[in-house]
């Protein structure tokens, strides 16, 4: 049974630090790994996908790597700002990709200005 | 494109009462939709499989008396909590995948408190 470890589940940095919050898997014969970001109470915001051929994905100041072979993804956010306090889930697809995402208990970030 | 619409997002009932959750995609056809459960300061569990014209596949655990899906059509999925207890208070969030789209796309979520 896949089982998603997020490490650590909390931090606080300063406003402008680059961070790294990280993500293992215990299956390696994963689908796909996604990243999500999740305001309180609310729902599920998509960040970065990558599929178990790539290594890495990019959107702006973020880039997420993947080492399926050890089974750890990484979420590097760069020039961290209060606005990206929020809980980062990690999530991987096992199998053929039609089988439910299975998630990460996050890592609760909170930037301080 | 693929957005998951989530209705409502917000409801309180009084425990014994029905509530039904709908979760609609928009703009694409969801043959499979997944319903997940958050307790607070938790991560996403996932409840069932709802597969479009057949029955649901439910997660160990979760009581399928109880927690009815429906996924009568292509783009949409409901959930209702049946004879609700205040136990049953949290966040449920849908998810659906685009078939030739890579990834999942979720919901807004729905707070459900019983009272």
């Known amino acids: 049974k896949q089982e998603v470890t997020q490490i650590p589940a909390a931090l606080s940095v300063p406003e402008g630090e680059n961070l790294v919050l990280n993500c293992s898997f215990t299956?390696?014969?994963?689908?796909?790994l996604q990243w999500f970001r999740q305001d309180p109470g609310k729902g599920l915001t998509s960040l970065l996908l990558?599929?178990?051929?790539?290594r890495e994905q990019t959107s702006g100041r973020l880039n997420a790597s993947l080492d399926k072979s050890s089974g750890r993804s990484t979420l590097y956010i760069a020039a961290s700002q209060p606005g990206d306090s929020a809980t980062y889930l990690c999530?991987?697809?096992?199998?053929?990709?039609?089988?439910?995402?299975?998630f990460g208990k996050g890592t609760r970030l909170s930037v301080i200005a | 494109g693929a957005v998951v619409s989530q209705h409502p997002s917000r409801v309180i009932c009084k425990s014994g009462t029905s509530v039904k959750i709908e979760c609609r995609s928009l703009?694409?056809?969801?043959?499979?939709m997944f319903w997940y459960r958050q307790f607070p300061k938790k991560s996403l569990m996932l409840m069932a499989t709802s597969n479009e014209g057949s029955k649901a596949t439910y997660e160990q655990g979760v009581e399928k008396d109880k927690f009815l899906i429906n996924h009568a059509s292509l783009t949409l999925s409901t959930l209702t909590v049946t004879s609700a207890h205040p136990e049953d208070s949290s966040f449920y969030i849908c998810?659906?995948?685009?078939?030739?789209?890579?990834?999942?796309?979720f919901g807004s979520g729905t707070r459900l408190t019983v009272v």
């Open positions: 999530a991987v697809v096992t199998g053929t990709g039609n089988t439910p995402l299975v």
């Open positions: 990558i599929q178990s051929s790539q």
């Open positions: 998810s659906a995948i685009r078939q030739g789209l890579n990834g999942y796309t």
């Open positions: 299956d390696s014969a994963i689908y796909n």
């Open positions: 703009d694409f056809q969801a043959t499979t």
